[in-house]
Structures are given as C-alpha cells and as structure tokens.
C-alpha cells in the first residue's frame, strides 16, 4: 500500500507560481505512475499531468501544457508539479496519485490517491 501526502499549495496571485509536493511511503514508489488532478467546487475531477515511472515521460492536458512540469525524484519517493503563470481557473484542489498503469489520464486508473492541497489564485 501506497500512502500520499501533498504540500506546497496557498494562495498566489495570477502569473505567479507554485511548486506542489507529494511524498510517498513504501519502497515501491518508482513501481507506479504519477499523476496529478484537480477538483474546483461544483465542477467534475480534472486531469492536470502524469509521470512515468522513469521519469522519462510525461503527458499534460492543452489546459496546463507549457505552464506546468511534472517531475518525480524516486530516491526521495516524490513527484513534484511545478505551476507557473497561474490563472484563477486554476484555483482548485490539487491532488497526486499513484498508478499501476502506464501515463494514464483517466482517474479510475490510479490506485491510491492523498489527501489534496488547495490551490487558490486571485485576479
């Protein structure tokens, strides 16, 4: 079993940048995907980006792509998100999760999932 827990989220103003953290218990960390969601009031789980159990792949929505890095550093069991230029349409609740399977976008895939970090952007 695999237990996440997320830091670094706040309150920023657009155009700025957070760099959110999700450390891992367990020495099967680089045994899984990781990825991140998101989830705004009143609207449905957003998939943000994932990583591959290398590393050496990543895959982002046209939402986030250019403005977000994913990154993990298995010697540390912790994937990273790196946001900049930050728009209020980001405001939400970021969580990371662990994934059995390759790169997958789709939220039912992942197994184990952490508490969340609020992100909140001001105009």
């Not at 895959?59 to 790196?82: C, E, H, W």
Request: contains cysteine.
């Amino acid at each position: 079993q695999v237990q996440l827990v997320e830091s670094g989220g706040g309150l920023v103003q657009a155009g700025g940048s957070l760099r959110l953290s999700c450390a891992a218990s367990g020495r099967t960390f680089s045994s899984y995907a990781m990825g991140w969601f998101r989830q705004a009031p009143g609207k449905e789980r957003e998939f943000v980006a994932a990583v591959a159990r290398s590393g050496g792949s990543t895959v982002y929505p046209d939402s986030v792509k250019g403005r977000f890095t994913i990154s993990r550093d298995n010697a540390k069991n912790t994937a990273y998100l790196q946001m900049n230029s930050l728009k209020p349409e980001d405001t939400a609740v970021h969580y990371c999760a662990a994934s059995r399977t390759y790169l997958s976008v789709r939220g039912y895939e992942y197994d184990y999932w952490g508490q969340g970090t609020q992100v909140t952007v001001s105009s």
